[in-house]
């Protein structure tokens, strides 16, 4: 029944390696190099699949070219010299379901986020840099064209796969698209809450398995100290609570020598912590279910058609280094805004309104990167879908973009997000001539005169819960900066905000020049802004960004979270043991290395008393009705909870004996069993219960007392996959 997520380390190759990485206790799968020998690399495959260790091999193609070798290594290998496909086959089936993969293109999005000097030439020895082109959809097809290159011929000369990437950036759709069989997010370098986003996003549109190879020794922080250990830490939970099926250190849990001299030896302190850290969330993913599938998200930000921005680093577009024209632009910055939806909003902000501020986290604590090229099914998914980068418009899409909002989705798009250009040096051509009357309720007529100029919002949207800055019309205008509006005549569309430069107005004149429109479609709403700058351009990103807090407010869900903003959560929804009935799990990190945070959760319009999650820690709390049950240790695993009426008999398997807050946010008493423990829980009140330890015997080498303790190894250094 448990079906534990798969967490392991990167191990020199062999056999030996390989059982010391068991004496370790370090996880349940492994990323390890092919051994030269077939014996031994048998021998490897056997040992793993006796211990159902799921294995990972490293690279066999040099990078950027056909050559056989490690990638790393300077002098390729003759092709006789190597496995025969078949051998490599024999191999594979030799290890049936417990072989996860191979790493086929590492870092093949380094070809778009590397600087341009790694790539001329293969200055790095790796990959070379694409050749020039001139429009957008040039470039796609000249990026996956490449890649295609390589995995096509390790196919056909090196057998099959599945194939992973090791990555981080946005351009995982272009990876899939290439022939990637399973997705790798290189976590550490960039903003992990993007990338987290981008690769669950791709993983959803084309129903891939994904993991995260952690980066800890070249990207974790230049001193081997404290807040290096808690970093270590937190990548790792957040990789957790984000969706990952399987993670592992890259390097920096064996030996450290990566800056400046500083070498760290295996039997040190410090790489002690660093596998112990490693072997505690191993115990956790064993002991606990983490609910099948994603974690819950309602908000979808678009990965465009032709978006080429990597994301990270490069401040190029598609690797295309050639022409001022593929510079980051306006577009591009788009991608900067997501740093808003983990931001609480100021004190001062009197846009702010309501009751309660649940800013800090998007709705459910997560949102996705989410192709364009997505299903029609895995976009209705999201309740909202919002563009902020580059799209160029095709009418299959807006086909698709009709469909969702008509079975009840919300759109947000600006006037750029519906033109056709794929080249970056022209204006803009919109679609269909600028007839959105069928989406959006109007009819974009043109380009309007250019002018520094600001906002007032006068109607409130026919979705309570966007609740707009609604000001009176005698009031200083908003957001002011230089915007080009669009020539606008409006269909059905209704107005909610007009641009304006002065403080005197009226409704009218507001009317008359529109700068945010509402559409009622089917089930749904399309919000079109009506400018002809993209989201993050400088002159419209003020209204942006209160346009986002708009929506991030608007799209919370039945579960919320009142925190600190350091305090990151994601919430899984799961079936009571033996039963059809809906319980979640929510999964609370502090992120912030030394303040504890006080913490809320909102349940169904009601909230919980404060509790605390510790400084650089992960609570977790199971959700049913207007329960809300915390354990204070997260190394539990819930074993029954029978329900009748105001009744709950819950079980839970735990390593030790602790205390379980019990939070009832309804109208009326609950009575719970727990563990064999009776509590009386009131309307609106808080109980801390303690309960005795429960062993699992199907898994009883994980609630073992001593589970954390390193066993000691005669380590023999070896050459690390990575």
């Known amino acids: 029944m448990h079906n534990p997520i798969m967490i392991g380390a990167s191990v020199p190759c062999g056999i030996a390696h390989l059982k010391d990485f068991t004496k370790l206790k370090l996880g349940n799968c492994v990323l390890t190099g092919l051994p030269k020998e077939k014996a031994e690399a048998l021998a490897v495959v056997e040992y793993c ?20 070798g490690h990638w790393m290594a300077g002098t390729p290998l003759p092709r006789d010299q190597f496995y025969s496909k078949a051998e490599i086959g024999q191999i594979i089936d030799a290890a049936g379901e417990f072989y996860g993969g191979r790493t086929a293109i590492g870092e093949a999005g380094g070809v778009l986020y590397w600087l341009k000097s790694y790539l001329i030439r293969r200055r790095v020895g790796e990959y070379v840099n694409l050749p020039p082109v001139k429009t ?70 084309y129903n891939k398995s994904w993991g995260a190879h952690i980066a800890m020794m070249c990207y974790g922080g230049v001193y081997f100290d404290e807040l290096w250990q808690k970093r270590w830490k937190t990548a790792l939970y957040y990789s957790y609570i984000s969706g990952a099926k399987f993670m592992w250190p890259e390097s920096g849990h064996y030996t450290y020598d990566q800056n400046r001299g500083q070498i760290f030896a295996f039997h040190s302190k410090e790489m002690k912590r660093v596998r112990r850290t490693l072997r505690e969330i191993y115990q956790f993913a064993c002991i606990h279910t983490r609910p099948n599938g994603a974690p819950k998200v309602a908000l979808g930000v678009v990965h465009g058609n032709l978006d080429g921005a990597p994301g990270l680093w490069n401040k190029y577009v598609w690797g295309q280094f050639k022409g001022k024209k593929w510079l980051a632009g306006p577009a591009e910055k788009g991608w900067e805004l997501v740093n808003k939806f983990h931001r609480k909003e100021e004190w001062s902000n009197s846009y702010v309104q309501g009751e309660t501020d649940f800013s800090g986290n998007p709705p459910y604590g997560q949102y996705d990167v989410v192709p364009i090229e997505a299903p029609l099914g895995v976009l209705k998914s999201y309740r909202c879908l919002l563009f902020l980068g580059w799209n160029t418009m095709t009418a299959e899409i807006y086909e698709t973009l ?21 080249d970056r040096a022209r204006d803009l051509k919109l679609f269909r001539n600028g007839d959105f009357s069928d989406l959006f309720g109007v009819k974009v007529l043109g380009k309007g005169k250019p002018n520094v100029m600001g906002v007032k919002c006068f109607a409130d949207s026919s979705l309570s819960a966007y609740r707009f800055p609604r000001w009176r019309f005698n009031t200083d ?61 400088e002159g419209i990103r003020l209204f942006t960004e209160d346009l986002l807090r708009t929506i991030l407010a608007g799209e919370q869900g039945h579960i919320r979270l009142l925190s600190s903003d350091r305090v990151r959560y994601a919430v899984y929804d799961g079936a009571l043991p033996g039963s059809r009935r809906k319980y979640s799990v929510v999964y609370l990190l502090n992120t912030d290395p030394d303040c504890p945070a006080a913490t809320r959760l ?20 199971y959700c049913f009705g207007n329960l809300a049950l915390i354990p204070e240790d997260r190394r539990v695993d819930l074993a029954a909870w029978k329900t009748r009426k105001n009744r709950h008999d819950v ?72």
């Open 136 to 205: 957008m959809s040039e470039a796609r097809d000249a990026y996956v064209a490449y890649l295609k290159r390589f995995i096509e011929f390790e196919l056909k000369e090196m057998g099959k796969g599945p194939l992973l990437n090791v990555d981080s950036s946005l351009v995982f759709k272009y990876l899939v698209q290439a022939g990637i069989d399973v997705l790798g997010l290189e976590v550490m370098p960039g903003d992990p809450h993007l990338m987290h986003a981008a690769i669950r996003g791709a993983a959803r549109a």
């Open 477 to 537: 205008p908003r957001f002011i900066g230089e915007i080009t509006p669009a020539r606008v005549k409006a269909t059905s569309a209704r107005i909610l905000s007009g641009y304006d430069d002065y403080y005197h107005t009226t409704t009218e004149k507001l009317a008359r020049r529109p700068i945010l429109v509402e559409n009622s479609l089917g089930k749904g709403k399309a919000f079109l802004v009506t400018v002809w700058q993209y989201p993050g351009d």
């Open 402 to 422: 009709k469909k969702y909002v008509q079975a009840g989705g919300h759109l947000v798009m600006y006037v750029p997000h519906l033109s056709t250009h794929t």
């Open 651 to 722: 079980g839970f398997f735990n390593v030790r004996k602790q205390s379980i807050e019990v939070h009832n946010v309804g109208n009326s008493h609950q009575i719970l069993m727990m563990n064999g423990v009776k509590c009386s829980c009131e309307p609106r009140e808080r109980k801390v219960i303690g309960i005795g330890n429960n062993v699992d015997r199907s898994r009883e080498e994980f609630f073992a007392t001593g589970f954390g303790a390193e066993h000691f190894i005669h380590y023999k250094k070896g050459e690390m996959p990575y």
């Open 49 to 68: 699949k006796e211990r159902k260790i799921m294995l990972f091999f490293n690279e066999i193609l040099i990078r950027g070219s056909t050559d056989l």
């Open 602 to 621: 909102w349940l169904n319009g009601r909230t919980t008393k404060p509790f605390e999650i510790p400084a650089n820690d992960l609570r977790i709390a």
